[in-house]
């Protein structure tokens, strides 16, 4: 009775929030209900592409540290266990997924994974915890680009790990997780965007989660990466096709006809619809760029989330974003980068 209380107003607070988030209030009233916390940024990869080659500080979310960030946000109906980093390697990791299946079941709980960890008992005990979605970053479909990608021979190694979770929640008539894959384009996977649609398909998986060409490529990261945009722009079409026969859904895909006028100013919403916690305390917005503690707008162990949701600097931002000035330095890389590839 009470969960459906909490449920019920979560769901309306939501949809306030969309009602102020739509209208770009500067400040708001009530919160997103899709928040991010970073359990951990370590990781037991050191892909090509990641963002984490920064000099950022690593580190691990406390458990009583997690329950205070996640009571933060009463209302919220979604929270990703992710930032940069691996979250299965976080010790405690099922502890907070029952935590919050526990204090909140209807809350979605969702991880982005590299496969790596997943072995029999880890499946396991991944399909108990009542996990609500993991999406596995393969980003290719064969050793040797996979291997190119992440740094490390494992390609074998985590197709198994996709294999043995999809037939132990089949085995146990499991609804959850659902499990996705995800395909980010680069040079390195470049011609095998048909080839991972086919494997999805084959693995039995319940979608693609993305495949994006985005590539946050710049700021403090200047990865090399980046495919040419002609070769993309072929891929995706053909891929487009691929995906319709195969009849696997893909829950986002780069949008082929698209035009958005670029003479207008683009307001980029992070600013009002997402929310990241880091693995210590610091609040940003939903994408993965401002991770550093340079872009926080204050420490959530430190003080309420109510007070740093509409603080001077995230205001200030907000009126900047609404203008469609970037507001931070970063964000103006970034808008050039979405011309170039978010409407091929
Ligand atoms: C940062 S990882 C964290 C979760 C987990 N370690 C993984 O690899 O899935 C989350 C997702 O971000 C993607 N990613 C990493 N660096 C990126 C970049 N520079 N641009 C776009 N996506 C990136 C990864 O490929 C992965 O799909
Ligand atoms: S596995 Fe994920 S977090 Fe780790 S280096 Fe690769 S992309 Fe980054
Ligand atoms: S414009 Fe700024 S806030 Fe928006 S996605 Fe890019 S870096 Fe993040």
Known sequence: M?????????????????????????????????????????????????????????????????????????????????????????PRFFDIIKYIKHTRPYVITTIFSNGVLINESMAHEIIKSGLSKIHISLDATNASSHKKIR????????????????????????????????????????????????????????????????????????????????????????????????????????????????NKPFICDRFWKEIRVTFNGNVTPGCCIPFAEQYSYGNILESSFKGIWNSEKFIRNRESARKGTAPILICKECIEMMKKYLTL
């Not at 929030?17 to 037991?44: D, V």
């Not at 609804?175 to 991972?196: A, D, S, V």
């Open 2 to 90: 009470k969960l459906n209380y909490f449920y019920f107003k979560s769901l309306l607070y939501g949809l306030l929030h969309k009602y102020e988030a739509s209208h770009y209030k500067k400040s708001l009233h009530f919160y997103p209900y899709r928040i991010g916390i970073e359990l951990t940024n370590k990781c037991n990869l050191d892909c090509i592409h990641c963002i984490k080659k920064t000099k950022y500080k690593t580190g691990m979310m406390g458990f009583d540290e997690f329950k205070k960030v996640f009571n933060e946000f009463p209302y919220a109906l979604s929270v990703s266990l992710n930032g940069v980093g691996e979250p299965l390697l976080h």
């Open 151 to 262: 740094g490390t021979d494992k390609f074998d190694k985590v197709l198994n790990n996709i294999k043995t979770l999809v037939e132990l929640k089949r085995k146990l008539h499991s609804k959850t997780p659902l499990i996705g894959i995800n395909f980010i384009l680069m040079k390195e996977n470049e011609g095998e965007l048909i080839e991972f649609i086919k494997l999805a398909k084959e693995l039995g998986v319940d979608y693609i989660c993305e495949i994006d060409s985005y590539l946050f490529n710049f700021g403090d990261w200047k990865l090399k990466s980046a495919g040419s945009l002609s070769s993309y722009k072929k891929e995706l079409e053909v891929g487009k096709q691929e995906l319709k026969k195969s009849g696997i859904k893909c829950m986002y895909y780069p949008e082929l006809s698209k035009t958005y006028d670029w």
